[in-house]
């Protein structure tokens, strides 16, 4: 069965630091590029970063740039978010993505990825 897991989420103070990681099974990362999005309570879901299969290519949105950094350890099927300097608009659940063998992965148009995870909630607040 083909599957994404997401975690690392919690509540942190604004300023502080999270690690969110998606896991794959079922398939091999080095064929996928993998999405991070984020849907806040009473929005749409929106693109965070993204990187590409074998992770020679990244994205970002511009409201995390300097402050998320996106990397894949394909030994463990597992893409990472590192997220610094957290803000309360940094909240909302967060989900990884799936997109088969993608050199450019987007972050404006979810059909784009195949397989979604189930989210894992991100809190920034005092």
């Known amino acids: 069965q083909l599957q994404l897991v997401e975690s690392g989420g919690g509540l942190v103070q604004p300023g502080g630091s999270l690690r969110l990681s998606c896991t794959a099974s079922?398939?091999?990362?080095?064929?996928?590029?993998i999405g991070w999005f984020r849907q806040a309570p009473g929005k749409e879901r929106e693109g965070v970063s993204s990187i590409s299969a074998r992770g020679g290519w990244t994205n970002y949105a511009d409201s995390v740039k300097g402050r998320f950094t996106i990397s894949g350890d394909n030994a463990k099927n597992t893409v990472y978010l590192q997220m610094n300097s957290l803000k309360p608009e940094d909240t909302g659940v967060y989900y990884c993505a799936a997109s088969y063998n993608s050199a450019y992965p987007g972050l404006t148009s979810l059909y784009e990825y195949e397989y979604w995870g189930q989210g894992t909630q991100v809190t920034v607040s005092s």
């Open positions: 079922g398939f091999t990362l080095d064929y996928y590029a």
